[in-house]
């Protein structure tokens, strides 16, 4: 049987391409902030996501209708994880902010594992954490760190959350309902916000581009997945935070300092360490 251009693929390749989709999409999302401030950028990103993964996945009610309070939840989590994340990129730099949020899964893989070696891990995110912490001269926003701090406690709850969605909702039906729900969750706050800026012909469409980005990402991800053991595939979604550094120079002119991109370094290998050496926090 011949094989498909993706399968052709290999899926290394995959999960770096799905790097790159996600944090090119989140520079662009940051490009456009003046036009509607972080919440109504997120708001546009999420329910354009969840209209772009409707109509390819098309989901039905059935399969969820018994597991709704779970979905919910995963949605709500989801909202508050982008909304976060977002509010943290308009304050710091987009590398620094992605670096912090993957303390979320790196802290909750070491929490599922009893090894010794795990406290390596967390003693080198905990002291790229410290070199991001706004010292003298360091010029870092605190509440965007806070914010990003959020972002990773909001991601180690969507991991545990999208597991257990998956292992009692089929597909992707759980991931289109969650989107669905909280893009419905952001509405008042999008809206209420951003109000006719919404409309903006420049934002709509960075915003369509955003969510195309959003949903080739997680299909590249499902891809890579269906052929690479889940720590593999945790190593190699560490180096995001390099790559959204790189994304933040290239298309926002984002420079970083030494002491900011050895926190950076830091934080990638601890989170590389974890899922290789550790206890994946999606098992």
């Not at 709704?68 to 995963?74: D, I």
């Not at 802290?107 to 967390?122: C, N, P, Q, Y």
């Amino acid at each position: 049987m011949e094989q498909s251009l993706t399968d052709r693929i290999p899926a290394p390749t995959l999960v770096i391409l799905a790097g790159l989709t996600v944090q090119l999409g989140s520079a662009l999302a940051k490009s456009v902030f003046v036009l509607a401030g972080p919440l109504g950028t997120v708001f546009l990103r999420v329910a354009l996501s969840a209209v772009l993964l409707t109509l390819i996945w098309r989901p039905r009610w059935q399969p969820i209708r018994s597991h709704w309070p779970l979905v919910l939840a995963y949605g709500a989590v989801l909202a508050v994880m982008n909304t976060c994340f977002y509010l943290a990129i308009d304050r710091i730099p987009l590398g620094i902010a992605v670096a912090i949020e993957f303390t979320g899964p790196l802290g909750l893989a070491v929490l599922k594992s009893r090894r010794w070696l795990d406290l390596v891990w967390v003693t080198l995110a905990a002291v790229g954490v410290l070199l991001l912490a706004p010292l003298q001269g360091s010029g870092l926003d605190p509440l965007g760190l806070m914010f990003a701090a959020l972002a990773a406690l909001a991601w180690a709850g969507y991991i545990v959350l999208a597991a257990a969605a998956g292992q009692v909702i089929p597909g992707l039906e759980g991931l289109v309902w969650a989107m669905i729900f909280g893009g419905l969750l952001l509405m008042p706050v999008g809206i209420g916000v951003a109000g006719a800026s919404l409309f903006n012909g420049q934002l709509l469409l960075m915003s369509v581009a955003v969510a195309t980005l959003s949903s080739v990402t997680y299909a590249l991800e499902l891809m890579a997945l269906r052929r690479l053991p889940v720590n593999v595939f945790g190593v190699l979604l560490s180096v995001e935070p390099m790559l959204a550094a790189t994304s933040g120079f290239f298309v926002l002119g984002e420079t970083l300092t030494l002491r900011s991109l050895m926190a950076i370094v830091l934080i990638s290998i601890a989170a590389a360490g974890a899922a290789r050496y550790g206890v994946s926090a999606v098992e």
